[in-house]
């Protein structure tokens, strides 16, 4: 027999040997019974089916659904459920085998639960002393008591554990502590530093140990601030409150406080941490006038002293006084005194009006006040930047307005007008006035009404002690323009610069006309307030005739003649090509053949030269003998002439002669071309042609060489050398005077530039000759293409000592046309 315990209320087993001891042998039946009943309990039914799918039974009355078979087990088991105490008995196995013999075998079962139960207390999972009252009947009580509790009891495990045999499982019943616990501290995080007014912070405040998580206010003298944030940490024991704070000047020494509380024990009181408000601020500055003066009666004189009014912290370190916004410094040459907070102008005046401010600096930056507008009064005064000369016609009439500066700007006016002869009131009938201006209607009839107006301008500060002063002209047309001179030469333009002269009495401007030289076509016009010009779009290497002139409202001025020259393109230059070389020997000379051209060409040199020194000796000649009786060819001609030359010159150098003819067409005319025009010439005469040839300009004397000259003569005239990449053909300027050049000197081969002389001897009048070197000292002047105005008196040159002769020296030059600057040789 088995014995088998179990436990009320757990499964117990049953065993039962269905082994077989022959392979072919198999398990028919197995009956379970209980001996004090006579029937099965239970069965496995085999007999007509394989033992895997046999089938089961089991006696509703005794097992039910709490019994099962199970057969794979060594030895099979009969399983019972939820074993009930009235399950305890003797029960037997049988089994019936194909082959073998029945086989019985019985078991014990003895069932646990009866017993009186013992019950024990575990507080994290250790055994408290606690002891069990036994109650009636098979009741039995154990009480626990804990306390008093700590944070370390916060969920702690109390467990109530109950059996009755060793054998049997216990059954317990378990509680899990929780707790809640108020904060255990709060800070507002950071040191209780100075704050800055209208800058916002985040501030923060942080509790821990309260459970649950702490509940956190912000508080500032009184009044709770809302707009906070709560974080919990990961451990939800630490709570963070975050206020997002703009405070201001008013906060200085409010009380900023953070309360931390549990929500749940209300009756706890709240941990708080508080500040007390530091705030810093930019300085306040107001600016205050003295006490003694009056802001609407402060006059030109007056000393005026302001004082700077300040609220800052932390204290200012520095103060600026400023006037319309520009720092002012201590200046007592200027009347400026800044004495700490205070700034004094010592006789105030008109430029000292305006607004002033005074700043304050600290720590926190620079607070300026609002400004202090500083009216100074002041009587009358004529402004500037006025028209002061006006250009009026006979029987036109004119508005001439006299504005002045004045504070207050009521005035009145007064006008007078003065010439030569008397000084008259202006009617007020003729007067209109306008704030600070007034308009004089003026018409002047004859010659004597040309004059000065005279303007005056009261106010109640007083009478403008200098008038304003406006001279009434005869208007006309402008002057012409002079010392026009060629500038930045390019392929397709020029440029021109001018110095302008008088323009009539009226605002003038100023025109430049370009024409082709050949067509008198114009290709350019260009007008400017100024005489600065430029033309563009002109064909380069091309030659032009430029004029440029002034006018205004009365017309225009004469003009101003030039020629000017575009740059000419460089040249192609052509690659040799070998491929097109012929064989070296077809073109080689013999030594007689080079010997011959080489003789050859030495000839035509010298041919050349003697025909250039007979030609020269021929024009002296010829000069000599019928200058004056030749009929000068006129200015119109010349200009052909030197036109038609042109074409076959090259356009990037200026042309390196002058006919001829029209340096004697100026001789016999006997007029300085720098010297005023001679105002018996009709308009178009020789003043006309002398400002249509390009290259006007005056001819210094040198002071004498510091060096004896070649030869001993005393008659010679020095003159500066040419300094400039440009030479000009001379003329005789003053026949009236004469000097004779000596060249008797003998001639030498030398190179020296190339260029004309012309000189004037008693016999002869004007001569000209090639400058030659034996003479040493006659030099040809530095010119600048420049244009001496029209009617200017010609800057008298610095005159030549009086040598011992019966000669007087030629003291005044003037030089026309251009000529080249290129080196020749003379013999």
């Known amino acids: 027999m088995t014995a088998v315990v179990a436990v009320a209320g757990e499964p117990a087993y049953l065993p039962c040997d269905i082994a077989t001891q022959d392979e072919d042998d198999a398990v028919l039946l197995v009956l379970w019974y209980r001996e004090d009943l006579g029937t099965p309990i239970y069965s496995v039914d085999a007999r007509e089916k394989d033992f895997g799918v046999a089938e089961r039974w089991s006696d509703e009355s005794v097992f039910a659904s709490r019994a099962y078979f199970l057969p794979d087990k060594r030895p099979a088991e009969l399983g019972v459920d939820r074993v009930r105490a009235t399950d305890q008995g003797i029960y037997r196995c049988r089994v019936d085998f194909k082959q073998a013999q029945t086989r019985n075998s019985r078991v014990n079962l003895t069932v646990i639960g009866r017993p009186r139960p013992w019950v024990k207390w575990f507080k994290n999972e ?134 931390a509380s549990n929500p749940q024990m209300s009756s706890e009181p709240a941990l708080e941490d508080d500040w007390l408000l530091d705030i810093q601020y930019v300085p306040e500055t107001v600016v205050r006038l003295g006490t003694n003066l009056d802001p609407t009666n402060i006059r030109e004189g007056t000393d005026v002293y302001f004082d700077c009014i300040i609220k800052a912290h932390p204290y200012v370190y520095k103060v600026e006084w400023r006037h319309n916004g520009k720092t002012l410094h201590h200046n007592v040459g200027q009347g400026i005194i800044i004495s700490n907070q205070s700034l004094v102008l010592q006789g105030v005046g008109r430029r000292t009006a305006g607004n002033y401010t005074c700043v304050g600096f600290n720590a926190e930056g620079d607070g300026e006040s609002k400004p202090f507008s500083l009216d100074v009064l002041y009587a009358p005064t004529c402004r500037s930047s006025q028209q002061r000369v006006h250009g009026v016609a006979k029987q036109e009439r004119a508005h001439i307005t006299c504005h002045v500066d004045a504070n207050p700007p009521e005035v009145s006016f007064r006008w007078t007008f003065n010439n030569t002869a008397n000084n008259n009131e202006v009617s007020n009938t003729y007067v209109s006035r306008s704030g600070t201006s007034s308009t004089v209607t003026y018409t002047p009839h004859t010659e004597m009404d040309y004059g000065t107006l005279l303007c005056w301008a009261h106010n109640r500060i007083g009478k403008q002690r200098v008038p304003c002063v406006y001279h009434i002209i005869a208007a006309g047309r402008p002057d012409q323009v002079h010392n026009c001179t060629l500038v930045n030469a390019s392929l397709t333009s020029f440029g ?166 029209q340096v004697e067409y100026f001789r016999q005319q006997q007029v300085s071309t720098i010297s005023p025009p001679n105002n018996r010439a009709p308009r178009g005469s020789i003043a006309g042609v002398r400002g249509s040839i390009p290259g006007y300009c005056p001819l210094r004397t040198a002071p004498p060489p510091s060096h004896p000259p070649i030869h001993d003569n005393p008659f010679i005239c020095p003159m500066d050398r040419l300094t400039v990449s440009l030479m000009y053909v001379w003329t005789c300027a003053n026949l009236d005077t004469f000097c004779r050049i000596d060249f008797s000197a003998g001639d030498t081969a030398t190179s020296w530039v190339c260029g004309w002389l012309l000189y004037a001897t008693p016999q002869h009048g004007c001569r000209e000759r090639s400058l030659h070197p034996a003479s040493a000292l006659a030099h040809v002047a530095p010119c600048a293409p420049t244009r001496a105005p029209t009617g200017a008196p010609a800057r008298p040159l610095a005159p030549t000592p009086t040598p011992t002769t019966r000669h007087a020296p030629l003291t005044d030059y003037a030089a026309i046309g251009p000529v080249n600057n290129a080196q020749v040789t003379l013999r």
């Open 126 to 259: 250790v055994e408290t002393d606690t002891p069990a009252t036994a109650l009636q009947g098979n009741t039995v009580r154990g009480v626990l008591r804990v306390g008093p509790l700590t944070r370390t009891d916060v969920r702690a495990t109390l467990t109530c554990r109950a059996s009755n045999h060793l054998r049997a499982h216990p059954i317990e019943t378990t509680l899990t502590l929780d707790m809640n616990f108020p904060p255990l501290n709060v800070h507002i995080l950071g040191s209780n530093q100075p704050l800055s007014a209208s800058r916002r912070y985040d501030l923060l405040c942080q509790s821990s140990g309260s459970r649950p998580p702490a509940s956190i206010t912000w508080w500032k003298n009184g009044q709770r601030i809302n707009n906070a944030k709560e974080t919990l940490s990961t451990d939800g024991n630490t709570t963070t409150s975050t206020v997002s704070i703009q405070l201001t000047k008013s906060d200085a020494g409010a009380k900023l406080a953070c309360r």
């Open 496 to 661: 021109v610069r001018c110095s302008e002269g008088f323009n009539g009495g009226m605002p003038q401007s100023f025109l430049l006309e370009v024409r082709d030289i050949v067509t008198q076509e114009i290709v350019a016009n260009v007008s400017s307030a100024v005489p600065r010009f430029t033309a563009g779009g002109l064909i380069p290497g091309h030659t032009y005739a430029a004029a440029v002139l002034a006018y205004n409202a009365k017309g225009r001025g004469d003009p101003y003649p030039l020629r000017a020259s575009t740059l000419r393109p460089p040249e192609k230059h052509h690659v040799h090509d070998k491929s097109l070389d012929v064989p070296k020997t077809a073109f080689q000379m013999s030594g007689a053949m080079s010997a011959a051209v080489g003789g050859g060409g030495v000839f035509m040199v010298v041919l050349v030269l003697f025909m250039i020194a007979v030609r020269q000796r021929c024009t002296k000649r010829k000069l000599r003998s019928g200058g004056q009786s030749s009929q000068p060819a006129s200015p119109d001609k010349l200009r052909e002439k030197d036109d038609s030359e042109s074409d076959d010159r090259n356009p990037d150098i200026i042309p390196s002669d002058t006919d001829h003819l």
